[in-house]
């Protein structure tokens, strides 16, 4: 009764805030805790595009969930309620699946999403895609360099992986790339994976360092990582239509106050995540890298899950590939 009761509150909150804002307030959302870094840039950006706007634009951050999941954030984007949100990527995929692109296998690559021009490239790609809703993805941040974590299994090989319960993020493009590796792919939310891996009901999880040191803990015994596997990120989806409303000099700034953060986010968070890595293996958990010989396996192994994705949309792959990553 009182999270229900909780909840009309907000809700009616959101309701006066969209009922007596002008047309540059903009309301940003995500299901992530308070502490999480992602709200604290989210605050940031809110508050750099306030000052620079003169209050011209009003951000207002509603962080855990207090008003609607990422997914259904999302599918507000348009009606007024919601002006900007951070999903994982892989969210799109239910708006558009050629947006699976960005979760195949050996795709994305750190080096080249660190360039702002790459990842305008990308953000623009992906727009194409979810234009028809209504959306506009203004850049792509990084969420982690995904690893595998198990809790008594030592697994290091592509042929340990056979078998195993894996708990994904979700979405079509990351169970058939988990079947591909012979794993059991399980979709769960992260709330529930700590639990899940305790009690058995998973044998491991590809999740992200921060996953490991803040939410599974020692209860994760070994780490295995396959480096260029999968690369996870947000994206910042925008309704476009109130993107498009704001002046020329407005929307540069909301642009440029996401973009400064992204290129601080791309660079600092690959440092915290190896500092994360390390504190883990300080605890006593096991931290393998696959070799080069490894990782041409998987390869090998992934390349039938980027041809049927190829074959149900084609020219995606292609585009992606002509994409410039040596732009400056």
Known sequence: ???????????????????????????????????HWKTQYMKEVGEAIKKKTDGEINPIVFPSGQIYSDQDALAALGTGAVQMVWPVSV???????????????????????????YRQQVSDLLTSFVDKRNLKVLTLLRAADLIFLFGDKNIDSLQDMHGVKVRVIGGKVYLATMQATGANPISMAASEMSTA?????IDGVLSSAAGWADMLGTSAQYGFYVPGFELATYAVVVDKGWFDALSDKDAAIVRNSVEDIADDQWT???????????????????????????????RDKMQPVIDRFDADHPGVVEKFKALDSACQ
Not at 197 to 201: D, H, R, V, W, Y
Request: aromatic residues 4%; contains cysteine; hydrophobic residues 40%.
């Open 91 to 117: 969210r799109l995929e239910t708006i558009d699946q050629r947006a699976g692109v960005l979760s195949l296998p050996f795709t994305l690559k750190t080096a080249d999403m660190q360039k702002a021009c």
């Open 1 to 35: 009764m009182y999270n229900t009761a909780k909840r009309m509150i907000l809700m009616a909150l959101l309701l006066t805030v969209v009922q007596t804002a002008s047309a540059t307030d903009m309301v940003m959302t995500n299901e992530v805790a308070t502490s």
């Open 197 to 201: 891996l305790a009690q058995g009901t």
């Open 268 to 298: 600092s968070t690959v440092k915290k995540d190896q500092k994360l890595i390390e504190e883990m293996e300080s605890k006593g958990s096991t931290y393998t890298v696959a070799d080069d010989a490894e990782i041409q396996r998987w």
